[in-house]
């Protein structure tokens, strides 16, 4: 029932090349309301998180995060790379060394991620951010917390697609799309938006 | 998108290879992780200072260090901040041993990596400070935003830090002195055109032949205000006058910057118009820079930056200085 | 056409009162006529050295103006050549006992103008010399043409000669030096975009998304071959190609010139894949310059100038120079 | 029947006001195979010449020639400043000191402008410059020497508007549009342009 180091490879893996796969979304939508680059970043990141978990040699879940976490921080750069680092590192902490990853350990792990994200980034819901996505996810991750793991990040992913989509209407207050003032509202936040492509292949990955 | 590149990913790494070439004698240059390295780094006994960000503003940061100014600078991919590693390697690679400053435009991007940075090196025994710059004039509301943004004013920032590392201040007498400087310095920035970055391809935005824009940030970012374009006495005087209003100055460094891709014929007639504007408003220039210091790829625009003086900071402006875009006194 | 300028007309006046502003201890600014003088000109007992030519290419030829360079510079309407009454002006001015040798780009307006103000001058009974700048290999038969015009090339005869004058050379060591100067130098240069001069308000030619010109002249004429875009390092090659083939070169200094509108980034990028290419024909190279010296307002592009060196021409570029866009040694 | 001093200075006056009214149209014939500042660089030098000829104090025809000669060296610049202020220095002395110009006057001014233009830039004709509507302006002003200086001038205009129109097929040798090589042809020659403008204008004022 639960997810193994392998399940949790696969899962990332997964994640990333979706990621990947995202490119050309996430840097027009960071152009237009930022300076182009998320999808780039991200794209540059996951693919050197590709290449790390190709040595494999991870005994632990924790341990495939962790080198997740620092392998984004040290390619993404930018305001995604220490906030996604940040996200990977604490969900690695959260975990501990358990072998095998249920549902309860999943909705500890976002929320250890949000935590992360919004000591490190400040940012509060509404401000127009990737916790924008993050928030909702842990929610509904939270009102799942009995279920697999696949459903709680089902759920999670459900949850963050809708608060990604909620940003658009939104006056950005954190990030680059702040200095747009009012014309930041009416465009999606590439960060949120990321989140919830991650979700999502994390999900739709462990439930196979 | 026209430009002289090969492969967009490799842009930076290419240009680093060139800046090498270019500057044997000036610069060591390191890649993977990149970091633009004054040629007798580390320099014992003298505070190291560092900066960097996203490349795409050149000669911001790497043309910069030399002798009286940056001691590394370690460029990120274009309009993207370095990471934490660069970051730290740099740090590592020039510290003298009476510690570093770090030198930092204010973006979140920047701020989160060079702050992790800088947790690094302290770990490993390294003295660390940071000051962040922040001098851009267009944000106006900084609980409502990621706070002003660093710009023009981080040239006159690390020149005059530069200048005092140099000569043997320590690093608590940098920090306060870098601080002085980004309390007096505000800057404000307009374009004409917008810039491509290669990874995209396409503009960051997009103006119409009749429209300008007024704040513009440095990585392509558009501004805050789109206004029909007017003619250069129009601009400049708003760009005085959104200055002078945010803090009153009397004595000054002025600083007149293309954002890349204006001609020097304009560069210097907005120039001449920005003197006679601070004159009538009894406003004393001692000092100027007028060129293309802090860029953003080839967009056409400029930015004025004014920066409070005294005597104790012109004398650190006029110390000789030794790098690829400023050079006197040597 | 969107420019940072007033009137179009007046682009010129304004400017130069601009840079009067910005270099009040190096420069004096005549108006009607124009000319840029150094400010402690005559030098008494030293060769003048003075060029000028259309307005448009700056920092060519007024930020050359300095100790260890030009004595004055003529500045003309934009890309047309200044009168004789200006030039005859600004001969007189620094003109400090010893001749005066003109350093004259190879465009005919250009000649028969400074051709009739060395005549007065001479009438006067000044000892002018003229040197024609004639570096462009993109213009192949002088027989057919108005020969090889005079373009990147000249601002390192500027820098060559005036570093001779300063020490004391005479007027026909001057003039030989320049002569063996530009007999030893050769560029070629492209663009990617054209550039709008004022008065005219419309770009000098037109280029589609994926087009390039090769051998475009500073004056925004476009050049004689017109290919798709190629990534830099077929650019670079095209460009060192043609001038390789047209000289033969040994020792070198490398000058990689921003057609004005042409990011750092991209400028550092083609000057690292010169170095790689000319290292490749077992050519060396000894000395660079890296930057927007000879522009054509905002056009972008680049180009390549090779400049034969021996040990005296090094000694020479290395000598001190002050100017506001060339600076070392002091 | 002759030209009197203020029958030349109408002239010229008007010749000014024609090729003033002509910038447009020469800044555009010479953005396409030049540099663009033609119309610029005559509009500049004729509004010069028409401010030194309102000074007035003529004592001869010749006298107002070289005034516009030396105005037009001052202030014109480029290679049509010289060739152009060549031009009317060489007429000047070609007229000597008469007080009135019949169409013989007029004949050996063309010649002596024609010489002065081609001594100063070395064009031959079909090297697609102004020589080329100056050439054949002369030969056909001199089949005309017997007639008024009216019918002298309009002959010599319609010649060089002929002469002018033939540079288009040209492959420019000399000046600027030169460096176009082969892509020189195809256009109207500025400078060739201007020179039949001059004429026709000063055909038209000497016939009133
Ligand atoms: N303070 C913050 N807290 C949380 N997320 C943030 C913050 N600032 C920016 N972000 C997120 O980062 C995204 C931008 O990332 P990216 O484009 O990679 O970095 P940069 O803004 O430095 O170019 C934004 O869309 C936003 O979701
Ligand atoms: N060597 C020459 N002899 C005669 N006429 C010339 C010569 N060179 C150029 N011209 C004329 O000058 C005209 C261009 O003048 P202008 O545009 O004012 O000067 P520039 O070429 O310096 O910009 C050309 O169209 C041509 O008719
Ligand atoms: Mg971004
Ligand atoms: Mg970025
Ligand atoms: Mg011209
Ligand atoms: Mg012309």
């Known amino acids: 029932m639960g997810c193994s180091v392998e399940d949790v490879t696969a899962a990332v893996r997964a994640a990333a090349e979706k990621v990947i796969a995202h490119r050309d979304e996430l840097v027009e939508l960071d152009r237009v309301i930022g300076d182009g680059d998320h999808g780039e970043n991200l794209h540059r990141g996951f693919t050197a998180v590709l290449a790390k978990l190709d040595g494999g040699g991870f005994d632990s879940p924790a341990a495939v995060l962790k080198v997740t976490a620092t392998t984004l921080i040290s390619t993404v750069g930018g305001a995604a790379g220490p906030l996604y680092g940040t996200a990977f590192l604490r969900s690695a902490t959260a975990l501990g060394n358990v072998s095998e990853v249920d549902g309860r350990q999943v909705v500890a792990a976002l929320e250890a991620a949000l935590e992360g994200v919004v000591a490190r980034g400040k940012a509060a819901p509404g401000d127009k951010t990737m916790v924008d996505a993050l928030t909702p996810a842990v929610a509904a991750a939270r009102s799942t917390v009995d279920a697999g793991v696949a459903e709680v990040l089902m759920a999670a992913a459900d949850a963050a697609e809708q608060g990604a989509a909620a940003t658009v209407p939104l006056v950005a207050r954190k990030g680059r799309a702040s200095y747009l003032g009012e014309r930041s509202a009416g465009h999606l936040d590439p960060g949120a938006r990321s989140t919830a492509v991650l979700l999502r292949a994390l999900a739709e990955a462990t439930r196979q | ?330």
Chains 1, 4 share one sequence.
């Not at chain 2, 056409?300 to 004014?306: A, I, V, Y």
């Open chain 2, 1 to 330: 998108m026209k430009k002289i590149i090969n492969d967009p990913a490799a842009v930076v790494a290419e240009a680093l290879r060139g800046m090498a070439a270019a500057h044997p004698d000036l610069l060591t240059i390191r890649t993977d992780p990149a970091a633009i390295l004054r040629k007798d780094a580390p320099v014992t006994g003298r505070v190291a200072v560092v900066s960097g960000g996203g490349s795409g503003h050149e000669p911001l940061h790497g043309g910069f260090v030399g002798p009286g100014m940056l001691h590394a600078a370690c460029p990120g991919p274009v309009f993207t901040s370095p990471t934490p590693d660069q970051v730290q390697a740099a740090i590592e690679a020039v510290h003298g041993g009476a510690g570093v400053l770090l030198i930092v435009k204010n973006y979140t991007g920047d701020v989160l990596n060079f702050e992790t940075a800088a947790e690094f090196a302290a770990a490993e025994g390294i003295d660390v400070r940071m000051v962040l710059v922040d001098d851009d004039v267009a944000v106006k509301d900084s609980l409502y935003t990621a706070g002003r943004r660093g710009v023009g004013g981080t040239v006159l920032v690390e020149k005059i830090v530069g200048a005092a590392a140099e000569r043997g201040a320590d690093l608590d007498t940098c920090e306060r002195l870098a601080q002085r400087v980004v309390a007096g310095t505000r800057s404000l920035g307009m374009a004409l055109t917008a810039c491509t970055v290669p990874h995209v391809g396409e503009p960051s935005f997009t103006l119409a032949d009749d429209e300008m824009e007024i704040g513009i940030g440095i990585h392509g970012e558009p501004g805050r205000e789109r206004l029909p374009v007017e003619p250069a006495d129009g601009i400049v005087r708003r760009l005085v006058d959104a200055i002078t209003e945010d803090l009153a100055f009397k004595r000054v460094l002025l600083f007149t910057n293309s954002m890349g891709g204006t001609p020097q014929l304009e560069l210097y007639l907005a120039h001449g118009i920005a003197e006679r504007l601070l004159a009538e408003r009894g406003i004393t220039v001692e000092r100027r820079l007028v060129g293309p210091y802090v860029t953003s790829l080839e967009m056409q625009g400029m930015s004025l930056t004014l920066c409070g003086l005294d005597d104790e900071l012109i004398d650190l402006w006029d110390a000789p200085v030794h790098t690829a875009a400023l050079r006197w006194g040597c």
